[in-house]
């Protein structure tokens, strides 16, 4: 299973909104709503902030938002803050029973 | 409070055997889907195994099949992940995670396994 692929880097300025796409297939990302979006900070453990393509856990800002079309998914993060400064990465659940990561994105706030 | 907490990581030989622990409290352990994770230095997220709540369905990912089990003891609310046949490109911090519906709404702060002569 290869990794979803996502872009290695994305930056933006304070405010700003920006958009982190994650593509794979129809045996991960295209046959189901299992897609979920994780922040880590340096030296941290991974935190969940958007589950089943557009669903924010408890507690995660109404600035992350999530969604799908395709084989491809999308993370946006809107009115950027210096704190959303992380790497990114999206997870679904594939065909195989199985899960895939895709490769990860950073993200730097200008 | 979830908590999760691994331990068992070490510096190994090439070929050597490992085994991880992950001790989970706060919630009741033996209703839930339980994930390996793992995470090189400097690298991506990538996913390695799972194991339902009864221990007896497992699943692993193709580049650990064969080399790697999982397993847990849902009396002492511990999972484990057995590793053998350890290689240079097993190194990495291994995270365990408590799975929700597809996803991962907790994890350990993770063990670091290294694999070196």
């Known amino acids: 299973q290869s990794a979803l692929t996502q872009p290695a880097s994305v930056s933006g300025s304070p405010g700003q909104s920006i958009t982190i796409s994650c593509t794979g297939t129809s045996s991960d990302i295209g046959g189901y709503n299992y897609v979920s979006w994780y922040q880590q900070h340096p030296g941290k453990a991974p935190k969940l902030m958007i589950y089943?393509?557009?669903n924010r856990p408890s507690g995660v800002s109404n600035r992350f938002s999530g969604s799908k079309s395709g084989n491809t998914a999308s993370l946006t993060i809107s009115g950027l803050q210096a704190e959303d400064e992380a790497d990114y990465y999206c997870?679904?659940?594939?065909?195989?029973?199985?899960?895939?990561f895709g490769t990860g994105t950073k993200v730097t706030v200008l | 409070e979830v908590q999760l907490v691994e331990s068992g990581g070490n510096l190994v030989q090439p070929g050597g055997s490992l085994r991880l622990s992950c001790v989970a409290s706060?919630?009741?352990?033996?209703?839930?889907?339980m994930h390996w994770v793992r995470q090189a230095p400097g690298k991506g997220l990538v996913w390695v195994s799972q194991?339902?709540?009864?221990?007896?369905?497992?699943t692993y990912a193709e580049s650990v099949k064969g080399r790697i089990s999982i397993s847990r003891d849902n009396a002492k609310n511990t999972l484990y992940l057995d590793m053998n046949s350890l290689r240079a490109d097993d190194t990495a911090m291994y995270y365990c995670a408590r799975g929700d519906n597809w996803h991962y709404p907790y994890w350990g702060q993770g063990t670091l396994v290294t694999v070196s002569s």
């Open positions: 194991i339902n709540p009864d221990g007896r369905i497992t």
């Open positions: 089943e393509v557009g």
């Open positions: 997870n679904s659940y594939t065909r195989s029973d199985t899960y895939v």
């Open positions: 706060g919630f009741t352990f033996s209703s839930h889907w």
